[in-house]
C-alpha cells in the first residue's frame, strides 16, 4: 500500500457542485499538505496542517476549505466548484524533523470541473 | 514574476547524454534547495537535498547550488530512457515552516 493515498484519483464534475479530495497518510507524519499542480505553473501550496488543531492558509486558499479528522487522515473541500479549478492536486506529509522538511507525495487527484 | 523560474522544455537528449536543469530564484533568503522527479501519472518523489551553497552527488546525480548568483542546477550523467520525467526544483527559506517554492519543472525525454 501507498504511504499516502488520495482518493478519488479521477473525477469529473459540474460547475457549482461540491467536491472533496480526501488524503490518508501511513507515514506517521504530523505535517500535511495539499498543493495544486498546473501546466506551467508548478506546485502551489493550497493549506497545510503541523498537527490536528493546527490549519493554516497556503498561497492560494481561496475556493477551499480543508479538515483535518485525525494525525492520517487530511480533506481537501471545494464547495462550489469552478471551471478554473480543473487541475492535478497533490497530498504530501513530512515528518518537519530537522529543516529538511522533505515531502511525501501522494499519486494526485486529477480533477476536471465542466 | 515567480520567485522560482524553471525552463518548462522539453529537453530530449539521446541516452547516455549528460542531461543539464536548471533554476534561478529571486528570493536570496531561500537556504534549502532540492530536485523532485515526477513521472506520468505519479507524485514527485525527492531526488536531491541541498543545503547553502556548494555541490552535491549521489551516483549518476549532482546538484549545484550557486547562492551569489541564485541560480541552482542538477546534472544527470549516463542518462537513461528512465530518466525520462518531469524534475522540479523547489527551495524554502529557514523560516518558511517547511513551506516549499516549486519551479514550474522540466520535461526530460531521453531517447534511445
Known amino acids: 500500500d501507498a504511504d499516502v493515498t488520495q482518493t478519488p484519483r479521477n473525477r469529473i464534475t459540474k460547475t457549482g457542485k461540491r467536491i472533496m479530495l480526501e488524503c490518508s497518510q501511513t507515514?506517521?507524519?504530523?505535517?500535511m499538505y495539499w498543493y495544486r499542480q498546473d501546466p506551467g505553473l508548478g506546485l502551489r501550496l493550497i493549506y497545510y496542517s503541523f498537527d490536528v488543531k493546527d490549519i493554516n492558509k497556503g498561497e492560494i486558499s481561496d475556493g477551499y476549505s480543508v479538515s483535518r479528522q485525525a494525525q492520517a487522515k487530511f480533506s481537501l473541500s471545494l464547495e462550489s466548484a469552478i471551471p478554473n479549478q480543473t487541475a492535478l492536486y497533490f497530498c504530501a506529509t513530512s515528518d518537519g524533523a530537522g529543516d529538511t522538511n522533505v515531502l511525501t507525495f501522494g499519486a494526485g487527484s486529477r480533477l476536471t470541473v465542466l | 514574476q515567480k520567485e522560482v523560474e524553471q525552463d518548462p522544455g522539453p529537453l530530449s537528449v539521446p541516452e547516455g547524454a549528460i542531461v543539464s536543469l536548471n533554476c534561478t530564484y529571486s528570493n536570496s533568503a531561500f537556504q534549502y534547495f532540492m530536485w523532485y522527479r515526477q513521472y506520468s501519472r505519479k507524485g514527485p518523489e525527492l531526488l536531491m537535498y541541498t543545503y547553502s551553497s556548494g555541490n552535491k552527488e549521489d551516483g549518476r546525480f549532482t546538484a549545484q547550488v550557486d547562492k551569489s548568483s541564485k541560480y541552482i542546477s542538477l546534472f544527470i550523467r549516463d542518462s537513461q530512457p528512465s530518466d525520462s520525467a518531469t524534475y522540479l526544483c523547489?527551495?524554502?527559506?529557514?523560516?518558511?515552516?517547511?513551506?516549499?517554492?516549486f519551479g514550474a519543472g522540466t520535461q526530460v525525454v531521453v531517447t534511445p
Open positions: 507515514k506517521g507524519h504530523d505535517r
Open positions: 523547489a527551495m524554502m527559506t529557514t523560516d518558511s515552516w517547511g513551506k516549499l517554492q
